[in-house]
């Protein structure tokens, strides 16, 4: 039995999004506009059977694909929504379930931290930046989701809400991690935006005794 973990839907990939989902991309890189869907598996193997039902329904591209034993994820994007949206319904009819069945969000942490420090700015961006640089004197938010999946889309609404910094996003593992940067009013928007749109996301609670 195929469960579905993860299934997001972009309308459109805002412009520092994208640029980073191209920068860490191993398939068809996406553009600013682009229309997205992220979905992840379990079992992982099962992918690459999804992954050919998707390319063959319509004329997506394959962003990426990540390969794991316990659960794995793929992204495929398009210029036309009708596309992407098509594809994916094509995955879900071929493993028998609906959107809604996904496994619902957790936010298993959020923080906004203010002003931040040079030492500790000068630190992120050595070791934990894929994206743009944060600099002294911003104020960062950082969000890391169970399943992973979910940053790409509290990144895209966050970038949409606000004039702020992508830092990192982080998708695939047990879990996705998100950074913003940017001025203190544009990261406490930016927040908000992301979490609402994580909660309002429908899904299935995970089943007890997990974390």
């Known amino acids: 039995m195929i469960k579905l973990r993860t299934y997001v839907f972009i309308d459109s990939l805002q412009p520092q999004l994208a ?21 992840e598996v379990e079992p992982g193997m099962a992918i690459h059977r999804l992954t050919d039902i998707a390319l063959k329904a319509t004329r997506v591209h394959l962003g990426q694909q990540v390969v ?17 949206i098509e594809a994916g319904r094509a995955v879900l009819d071929r493993i028998g379930t ?13 923080e906004t931290v203010r002003a931040i420090t040079p030492d500790h700015a000068v630190l992120i961006n050595r070791q934990d930046r894929k994206g743009s640089m944060i600099l002294p004197g911003q104020s960062i938010f950082i969000l890391e989701t169970e399943p992973a999946g979910y940053v790409v889309y509290a990144a895209n609404e966050a970038e949409k809400a606000a004039n702020i910094t992508l830092v990192d996003a982080r998708a695939v593992g047990a879990f996705g991690r998100l950074t913003l940067a940017g001025k203190e009013a544009d990261i406490d928007a930016a927040a908000q935006a992301a979490v609402s749109a994580l909660r309002n996301l429908s899904g299935q609670e995970m089943a007890s005794g997990r974390s």
């Open 19 to 39: 640029i980073y989902l191209g920068t860490v991309s191993q398939g068809f890189l996406p553009v600013p506009g682009d229309a997205c869907l992220w979905l």
């Open 68 to 84: 794991e034993r316990a659960f794995s994820s793929m992204v495929f994007h398009h210029r036309d929504q009708s596309d992407v």
């Open 98 to 110: 609906t959107e809604d069945a996904r496994q619902k969000c957790r936010i298993a942490w959020r």
